[in-house]
């Protein structure tokens, strides 16, 4: 038995008030499990730890398949460890097997608001204001109380990124977990950053036109071009050139003009421009 006020043995005297009731007020997690069950052993700890951080925010009611053989009846329990989530009464999601902890948080964080995610919130509307400054201050002060939350890493790279630190904000997007990079935000800024590197020494776009009037196989102009065209959001246009330059020379840059049309696709999401421009694309290389 746990001395944790956060950690609960569910039987089914109890269920009803600790579990239905409880989640009413509290998200409650159930772990179904056995003694003989060896990833069970593996969770547990895991889960017991997650209750202790959390400190309250969910509460982790344990159930002994083996002692409460009618409550794994009543929710169908066929494998263990299964995972419930309760909140209003109600199981509102679930997982089966003894996942990583990083999985568990994500799976939690779905369900848990976290302060830290207010102040991130808070921070975005101060850059959008164009207020970097005051939006690195809370993000940082933020990191240090809540060093786990992915979304503080990304608010800062955003922030550095508007502040005029583009390495620091590269730095810390190469730092995240591979699935916060798949992040469409993470994607667009990554491009962003890119297309600003690229820009960062280039001639200005009369020169760059200039070179390729007098050179149409001047491909690094072409290049260019495209970056300075993304920074000034005429996304059409970049794509236009970026076509050219695959038609001309695919291998360039090791494939550069492909990869930089699918980085303005990231940046573009759900524009209309991406399936048109997409579909040129494929035609190019099939």
């Not at 400190?55 to 982790?60: A, D, E, M, P, R």
């Not at 690195?136 to 800062?156: C, R, S, Y």
């Not at 005429?234 to 990869?259: C, F, I, Q, S, V």
Request: charged share 30%; hydrophobic share 40%.
């Amino acid at each position: 038995m746990s001395n944790s006020p956060y950690i609960i043995e569910i039987t089914e005297d109890n269920y009803q008030t600790d579990v239905v009731e409880q989640s009413h007020r509290v998200p409650v997690l159930v772990d179904f499990w056995a003694s003989w069950c060896q990833p069970c052993q593996m969770l547990m700890p895991v889960l017991a730890k997650l209750a202790e951080e959390y400190g309250g925010k969910f509460i982790l009611a344990k159930v002994n398949t083996e002692e409460q053989q009618g409550l794994a009846a009543q929710f169908g329990i066929r494998s263990i460890p299964t995972v419930k989530l309760f909140k209003d009464g109600q199981p509102v999601d679930e997982f089966a097997g003894a996942l990583p902890e990083s999985e568990i948080r994500r799976f939690l964080d779905r369900h848990i608001p976290r302060e830290s995610d207010a102040l991130v919130e808070k921070a975005r509307q101060l850059l959008l204001a164009g207020d970097a400054d005051q939006a690195l201050k809370i993000l940082e002060a933020t990191k240090a109380t809540d060093p786990a939350n992915v979304n503080v890493d990304i608010a800062l790279a955003q922030a550095h990124a508007a502040s005029g630190q583009p390495d620091r904000a590269l730095e810390i997007l190469q730092g995240l977990p591979l699935e916060a990079r798949e992040k469409p935000e993470v994607q667009r800024l990554e491009g962003l950053l890119h297309f600003e590197a690229l820009a960062t020494d280039a001639p200005d776009e009369s020169t760059l036109s200039r070179r390729l009037e007098q050179n149409p196989d001047d491909h690094e102009a072409r290049r260019l071009l495209a970056a300075r065209k993304v920074l000034q959001e005429d996304y059409a246009g970049a794509l236009d050139l970026l076509l050219e330059l695959m038609r001309k020379d695919r291998g360039y840059g090791d494939d550069a003009a492909r990869k930089d049309m699918v980085r303005i696709f990231d940046l573009l999401g759900d524009d209309p421009l991406v399936p048109r421009y997409r579909s040129r694309m494929m035609n190019l290389l099939y």
